[in-house]
């Protein structure tokens, strides 16, 4: 995520309580009523994002994880595009027989 986004995430976040503080206005609570609850709400979305991180975290389901996850593999196609026929045999003869065990 670049910088702008995450600054555009949080101007949408003020926009949008503040929408919510006028609605709630317009429908009839009080401008304390009216705080409290848009103040809630905002909680409310905090705790639910925190969750879906920890859950992204526990998960391992991260940019950097996937990013190091596609390097890898990327480097394991190399090495097997790089060996030989013969080297190939020879892994998969490795491999069957690890299989057995």
Do not use: C, H
Not at 8 to 24: P, R
Not at 70 to 76: F, G
Request: aromatic residues 8%; charged residues 20%; without cysteine.
């Amino acid at each position: 995520m670049r910088r702008i986004d995450a600054l555009g995430i949080a101007l949408g976040v003020f926009v949008a309580a503040g929408l919510v503080y006028v609605a709630l206005q317009i429908f009839g609570l009080d401008s304390i009523n009216a705080g409290i609850w848009t103040q809630t709400v905002l909680v409310i979305g905090l705790i639910g994002w925190s969750l879906t991180y920890l859950l992204r975290v526990g998960n391992k389901n991260m940019t950097y994880n996937q990013q190091l996850k596609d390097y890898e593999e990327a480097v394991m196609q190399k090495r097997l595009e790089e060996m030989s026929p013969e080297e190939l045999a020879q892994l998969q003869q490795e491999i069957e027989q690890e299989k057995e065990l």
